[in-house]
């Protein structure tokens, strides 16, 4: 079962393949979102603490983001966990379809939140530029 942050709703839903911290990340997150794909039916956990996106991003050290930011990191990445959480009506630690939370992100999570949840996100620019991935739409 995959583990998942709920703002990696977002970050999925709108999956471009071209933001990436190291190639590492880069291949962990398309192994994910290849598996999502192939199954969009399979059960997944949402969390609001680190996930298997997280597993192989250089800036997690004993579970904690410690990326460099203007921000205290961990901190802003669980307020944007808990605004992703309160948009989309569900639970941290509760388990759901990922096509269902997909479908949710992408109908409740249009520009204008993604620039209130994602605020300070060096990602953000490129997300609103591509827009929804087309093939979740299909899922």
């Not at 956990?45 to 579970?63: A, R, V, Y």
């Amino acid at each position: 079962m995959l583990n998942l942050r709920a703002h990696h709703l977002i970050c999925i839903s709108r999956f471009s393949g071209t933001a990436w911290y190291n190639d590492e990340c880069k291949g962990n997150a398309w192994r994910i979102f290849d598996e999502i794909q192939k199954n969009p039916n399979q059960i997944v956990n949402i969390k609001n603490s680190c996930d298997d996106f997280c597993e192989k991003c250089p800036h997690i050290k004993e579970g904690i983001c410690d990326k460099p930011s203007k921000y205290k990191i961990s901190h802003w990445v669980r307020v944007m966990d808990n605004k992703t959480l309160r948009l989309i009506k569900i639970k941290p630690d509760t388990t759901h379809k990922i096509s269902e939370l997909i479908d949710k992100a992408i109908e409740k999570i249009k520009d204008e939140e993604l620039k209130t949840i994602c605020k300070g996100c060096e990602f953000l620019p490129i997300c609103l530029e591509f827009g929804i991935n087309k093939s979740f739409k299909e899922i």
